[in-house]
């Protein structure tokens, strides 16, 4: 039952964040911010579906130990894309709170970005196989925790001075992502239970994503 259940999320996630990501590319009408909203849902679901898919298809068949080669790959394409979706919401918080210093700060999430990718793509990080190091999955995640931490500070400190209500809980939806995906990577292969997480930071990233469709909608009927 677990694996149809699952199966059913990550099928309706896949799906839904897609089409929400091309209607708001489509009614974007210009507005650059809910552009970046919608290319960020397309990265997002397609990213995760190198993961979501082989994962779905391994619950449903013969188990996740015969689909290790295409989860790992998946894993690391997701963990790349990942880094994406966070520099696209890097712009989102130039554009929507007219932003145009901070050079320095740009240039520092650009490093962050390109370190997490290198890091990704190192072959020490034994994607593919069962007994990937632990080590290498913190290593990766450091750059990627500093860039996560960047993005709450930034839209917790702008939403506040701009009593911006339609992003007054951006912060959060990063901060709970984090929350739950944190265990997952130091704990999972002592307790497999905590690969549960994932549902609960996925939804997380999909409140992330509907932020911005409200926006879109407010923006439209106004």
């Not at 790349?80 to 712009?91: A, D, E, G, K, R």
């Not at 080590?135 to 925790?145: L, M, S």
């Amino acid at each position: 039952m677990q694996a149809y259940m699952e199966s059913l999320f990550n099928v309706s996630y896949l799906i839904g964040v897609v089409i929400i990501g091309i209607i708001m590319i489509n009614k974007s009408a210009g507005n650059k911010e809910h552009l970046l909203f919608g290319i960020m849902a397309v990265v997002l679901g397609a990213g995760d579906a190198f993961h979501l898919v082989p994962r779905t298809i391994a619950l449903l068949t013969t188990g996740l130990e015969n689909y290790t080669v295409m989860l790992g790959i998946g894993k690391m394409i997701t963990s790349i894309t990942m880094t994406v979706f966070y520099l696209l919401l890097y712009y989102v918080w130039r554009i929507r709170y007219k932003v145009t210093d901070r050079k320095n700060l740009t240039i520092a999430f650009y490093g962050l970005s390109l370190i997490r990718i290198a890091l990704c793509l190192m072959p020490q990080n034994l994607w593919t196989s069962v007994d990937a190091p632990l080590a290498w999955a913190i290593y990766r995640n450091i750059p990627f925790a500093f860039m996560g931490l960047i993005i709450i500070v930034l839209f917790y400190v702008e939403a506040r001075k701009n009593n911006d209500k339609a992003f007054r809980f951006m912060w959060l939806t990063i901060v709970l992502s984090f929350a739950f995906y944190t265990p997952v990577v130091l704990w999972v292969d002592v307790i497999p239970l905590l690969g549960m997480l994932m549902i609960p930071k996925t939804i997380a990233y999909v409140w992330t994503i509907l932020i911005g469709y409200s926006d879109l909608r407010k923006t439209i009927r106004d």
